[in-house]
Each structure stands twice: as C-alpha cells, then as structure tokens.
C-alpha cells in the first residue's frame, strides 16, 4: 500500500522522499495537512497567533514595518513591488482611518494558490492582516473574495468569528489597545477585479473598473482613505517573519526575492498539483524533478508563467532561476503563480490566441487601447490559425501591443500582450509558417490540418467508422477505411480510438475523395 515511484517503481515509505515533496519548502503549505481550517485551537497549536502577540507587545508599528522591509517581502500577487514600502506610505499618509484589504479575487486559469491557503488555512492570512494593520494604523479591513470560491468565504467568515471570541480581533486586542474590525466581501466574478483600483471601486459597491492612478491607493484608495492591499500569499507570509525574523527570510531564496513561492503547476506534465519551492529554483528542476517531466515523454516546448498575462519560456531558458527580476528579463513575468507546460503538440500561434481571447472577454472595456487592441489582435489571430494570415500581420501586431504596453489604463492592457511577444520572440518560425505555408508545425490549428488514415496500418475493425459523430469515415467490412474530408469536423475521435495507430494527422493539402479509387481493394482476411 506504500508509494510506488512511476520511474523506478522503488516504494518509498515517506512523504518527504516522494520526488514531487522531496525538492520543496512548504512554509505556509505545511500546516494545511495538520490542522481543521474551522478551528482556531489547531491553528493555535501549531504556534498560531504567537506573532501578534509578539507584534503587540514587543514591537512598535515601526519596528514591524522594518522588519518586513529588512525580510524584503514583495508582493506575490503579480507585480512584486516591496511589501515594506507600501505599508510605510500608507503609514504615512494623512488620514483619520486607514484600511487593509485582502486580495483573493484569484481569476487565473488553472490558479488556486489564493484559494488553497484561504480554505486550508484562514488564520494564518487573518494573522498577516492583524499585524499589517497594526503596524499601518488602520482600524478596518476588508477580505475581497472571488465568488466562486463560497468555501473560502466560510473558512474566513469562522475565522473572523473564532479571532473575535478570543480577543484576537475587535476591541482592544491583547489588551493593547489596538482595535480593529475585518469585513468579508464578495466579488462578483470580474477577472479585472483583481487589479488593485477595481477591487477598490467594487468594495464601494461600484462596477469593477480601474481607475487612473494619478494618486496611489496607498495614499488615497478604498473611499479615498490610505489604503493598503496585498494578496491572501503575502500576507500568509508576514507571521513567520515577525516569529521568525527578518534574516531568517533572506536565507530562503535569491538577493532580490526572498523566501518561497507557491505555483499552480499544471497542463502538459506527469505530475500537476500546487508546488511551493524557493525563490531561485530553476525552472528545469520544477518541472522535471518536481513535475515529473513532459507526459507521455514527448519533448518540452514552453512553460507559461504569470497567469494569462504571462509570457512563454522556451527550452533554452530551462535553466532560468524562478525569479521576479530574471522572469522579468525573458519577457515573463512572476504573476500570482500560475505556471502551464506545454509540450510539442502544442501551438504557440493558438496558445497566444486563447490567453487574448480570455483577456478580452475579461477586458472592462473602460480604456480603447485594451479594449479595442485585445478585439483587433483576437481578430488577426484567428484569421492567421484558420489559414487567412496576410503579409504584415505580424507587424501590425506588433504595433498594437506597443501602444497597448504604453497607453492601456491598468495592468491587464499593459501586459495582455506578454504572450503575443514572447510567442515571436521566441517561435517566430511558427508565425511564418501559419501565415507564408498555411501549414502548422504542431499540427495543432484545425482548420490547418487534415486527418488521415495509412491503409498500410489499417485494420478495418470499423472502430471508427462507427464512432465517425459525422460519417466522414468510408469503407466496409474487412476493407481499409478512407476520410471525406469535406465532412470531416477534425474532432479527433477517430484518432484517439484507434487501436493500431492507423490515423494520423498531417499538414493540410489536396487529398483525393477517396484514396483507394482505381486501387484494388485491400482486404485484411488474415485477421
């Protein structure tokens, strides 16, 4: 009943030495698989709540807010701006009350590293938010939760009420005076929520739109008062370094960003799952000592991280530390910890087309260069995948993402174009070929492919043949199968079933109707 490596089929009796553990550093992940999220005597049991308590009575508001400078926090949610910083400007800034906010709007494909924190362990992101609001001086926080996410929302809302019952939270907490109250709200589904001036325009009951940033939040946010945001990561975070100190911290990971990050490792790799290692691993070791390598042992092609504002990494950079700075080089970027590996059946034209055609479903509209540049490149990508790419496509997209880059309202314009850029920075030989050959190297753009079967291969088991949902697929009994092409819809069923690897797909080109006539037909009685 032991575990069994897939490689070696070596049992391995500890969790620790599984290869998917073994290479890991589960700080804030840890404590997910020891504790009931319900319940705040297990959180406080694994030493929970001991980082207030030391915070407000050891340290003053400033001593805190050196500390975490001193740990060189930054921001997990996607920018990595340093989390010192902007506590100390929303300290700062002139204001009666000041207000803390929680961002776990985690809109992402494929992310749920918000999501497993919040549900797995609340306390410990209510415990960052505390000490945050403490050392900022705010008196009201706020977690925004998307909603989808209805367990996060109940974890959360315990939390807050188990915190208030142990003097935790509300009034004079610790019997130091410090008082401070914690709403949660629920969003209402908008991907550009995540950006930090819509969450704010949504907490105030406002359409989700950003909102020119002549005046940073921290100064002048959430109903105009100082407010400072950070996402569920970064404030899980501030605990072990208030218990553990700032030194501490900066042994884990590399001079410009310390400590551990958690990714959502998904798509085309043996082992997928949420992964928290050190800043600095390279990306070879995540995905082949952690991942497990490419599935079915084809060859790697890219590695998307970011989330859909992501740009594409190809094989070169495998050895890349995992990074804010060096991401950031390649023309990727850390974003909030999504991470999708492609493989060699994947297309970077269509990988590019579907994170646009994603963001400009989520796109507000409220700014023209994201608005009508993500309607206008979804437009001449679609035509480049489906055969009708023209001479100059390729120039005229990269003018748009220029003036995307620099004149969109918010984050999502500004780095909507990631994939676009890295996908011709990278594979441009792709490009070309969609757009001079109407060919697709990856075989994996339907309109420019055909799918056909070798009647050297073909059995005719009439598999297929029944499975065909549109009847393209010919032949009878004991003779080899032929495809109409007019009528086939390249679902790919044909392939998937087939038992003797008989249909394959091929570059699109003239093939006869039928591609035994004038043969003899091939009979199969042997079998």
Request: glycine share 10%; aromatic share 6%; with cysteine.
């Given at each position: 009943m032991l575990y069994k490596e897939p490689s070696s089929n070596k049992i391995i009796p500890k969790l620790e030495d599984i290869s998917f553990y073994k290479y890991q550093l589960r700080l804030l992940l840890k404590e997910n698989a020891r504790i009931d999220p319900k319940s705040i005597e297990d959180y406080i049991s694994q030493g929970g709540y001991s980082a207030l308590a030391k915070a407000l009575s050891k340290m003053s508001p400033e001593q805190v807010i050196k500390e975490i400078k001193k740990a060189n926090l930054r921001g997990r949610g996607g920018g990595g701006f340093p989390t010192g910083i902007k506590w100390k400007t929303t300290k700062n800034a002139t204001g009666d009350s000041k207000c803390v906010i929680v961002n776990c709007d985690e809109g992402d494909p494929g992310a749920f590293m918000d999501r497993s924190l919040i549900e797995g362990n609340p306390h410990k992101v209510l415990e960052g938010l505390i000490i945050g609001a403490y050392a900022i001086g705010a008196d009201e926080g706020y977690v925004y939760v998307r909603e989808e996410y209805p367990l996060a929302v109940e974890n959360i809302s315990i939390a807050i009420t188990q915190a208030e019952e142990c003097g935790l939270l509300g009034e004079n907490i610790l019997s130091s005076g410090f008082n401070f109250q914690v709403r949660v709200h629920r969003g209402a589904g908008a991907f550009v929520s995540g950006e930090s001036s819509a969450?704010?325009?949504?907490?105030?009951?406002?359409?989700?739109?950003?909102?020119?940033?002549?005046?940073?939040?921290?100064?002048?946010?959430?109903?105009?008062?100082?407010s400072c945001l950070n996402n569920v990561e970064t404030w899980a975070n501030v605990p072990l370094i208030i218990?553990?100190?700032?030194?501490?911290?900066?042994?884990?990971?590399?001079?410009?960003?310390?400590?551990?990050?958690?990714?959502?490792?998904?798509?085309?790799?043996?082992?997928?799952?949420?992964?928290?290692?050190?800043?600095?691993?390279?990306?070879?070791?995540?995905?082949?000592?952690?991942?497990?390598?490419?599935?079915?042992?084809?060859?790697?092609?890219?590695?998307?991280?970011?989330?859909?504002?992501?740009?594409?990494?190809?094989?070169?950079?495998?050895?890349?530390?995992?990074?804010?700075?060096?991401?950031?080089?390649?023309?990727?970027?850390?974003?909030?910890?999504?991470?999708?590996?492609?493989?060699?059946?994947?297309?970077?034209?269509?990988?590019?087309?579907?994170?646009?055609?994603?963001?400009?479903?989520?796109?507000?509209?409220?700014?023209?260069?994201?608005?009508?540049?993500?309607?206008?490149?979804?437009?001449?990508?679609?035509?480049?995948?489906?055969?009708?790419?023209?001479?100059?496509?390729?120039?005229?997209?990269?003018?748009?993402?220029?003036?995307?880059?620099?004149?969109?309202?918010?984050?999502?314009?500004?780095?909507?174009?990631?994939?676009?850029?890295?996908?011709?920075?990278?594979?441009?030989?792709?490009?070309?070929?969609?757009?001079?050959?109407?060919?697709?190297?990856?075989?994996?753009?339907?309109?420019?492919?055909?799918?056909?079967?070798?009647?050297?291969?073909?059995?005719?088991?009439?598999?297929?043949?029944?499975?065909?949902?549109?009847?393209?697929?010919?032949?009878?009994?004991?003779?080899?199968?032929?495809?109409?092409?007019?009528?086939?819809?390249?679902?790919?069923?044909?392939?998937?079933?087939?038992?003797?690897?008989?249909?394959?797909?091929?570059?699109?080109?003239?093939?006869?109707?039928?591609?035994?006539?004038?043969?003899?037909?091939?009979?199969?009685?042997?079998?």
């Open positions: 969450l704010m325009m949504a907490l105030e009951g406002k359409v989700g739109e950003p909102r020119p940033k002549y005046v940073h939040n921290a100064v002048k946010g959430v109903w105009n008062k100082p218990l553990k100190g700032a030194r501490w911290f900066r042994s884990i990971g590399t001079k410009g960003s310390s400590g551990t990050k958690i990714f959502s490792l998904v798509g085309k790799i043996n082992n997928t799952g949420l992964v928290e290692v050190p800043m600095g691993i390279t990306l070879r070791d995540l995905i082949y000592k952690i991942g497990g390598g490419i599935r079915g042992e084809k060859q790697f092609k890219a590695v998307q991280i970011g989330g859909p504002s992501g740009g594409f990494i190809p094989e070169k950079y495998l050895g890349l530390q995992v990074d804010f700075d060096k991401l950031d080089k390649a023309g990727s970027m850390m974003g909030s910890g999504g991470m999708v590996v492609m493989d060699e059946d994947s297309c970077m034209v269509d990988a590019a087309r579907y994170f646009v055609d994603f963001l400009l479903e989520e796109s507000c509209g409220k700014c023209i260069p994201c608005r009508e540049g993500l309607r206008v490149l979804s437009k001449i990508l679609s035509d480049i995948c489906e055969g009708r790419g023209k001479d100059g496509d390729i120039k005229i997209i990269e003018d748009i993402a220029e003036t995307m880059r620099g004149a969109s309202l918010c984050a999502l314009g500004m780095t909507a174009v990631n994939p676009i850029l890295t996908s011709l920075r990278y594979f441009r030989s792709e490009w070309e070929k969609h757009i001079r050959d109407k060919s697709c190297p990856s075989k994996a753009c339907k309109d420019l492919i055909n799918y056909y079967i070798d009647p050297k291969k073909c059995q005719a088991c009439q598999l297929c043949l029944r499975e065909c949902l549109v009847g393209a697929i010919q032949g009878s009994k004991d003779q080899v199968h032929w495809i109409e092409q007019e009528k086939c819809i390249k679902c790919g069923i044909c392939q998937e079933i087939c038992n003797f690897d008989a249909i394959r797909k091929i570059s699109k080109e003239p093939i006869p109707k039928n591609p035994l006539k004038g043969m003899k037909p091939i009979w199969r009685m042997e079998n």
